[in-house]
């Protein structure tokens, strides 16, 4: 599994390491791991949460509550 292409998609979407740890139950430093290829082989609930969550296309709550600018034209 491509775990820093995994966390760069949320990043991209909004989810910052301290939000992904606080969804997924566990400290920042192993969400910084993932995203720098420092580990490799997490754990099982924390794979799976993460896949999950990067295949729901859920926003994280700040995003939620903030409408997207309009381009001006």
């Known amino acids: 599994m491509n775990w820093p292409a995994i966390v760069e998609t949320l990043r991209k979407r909004g989810w910052t390491q301290v939000l992904l740890a606080q969804k997924l139950g566990v400290v920042q430093s192993a969400i910084s791991d ?34 997207p600018t309009k381009a001006a034209a």
């Not at 609930?45 to 995003?63: F, K, M, N, R, Y």
Request: charged residues 20%; aromatic residues 0%.
């Open 34 to 67: 993932l995203s720098t290829g420092g580990t490799k082989d997490p754990k099982h609930s924390t794979g799976s949460a993460l896949v999950a969550l990067h295949d729901s296309g859920e926003l994280p709550p700040s995003a939620e509550l903030v409408e």
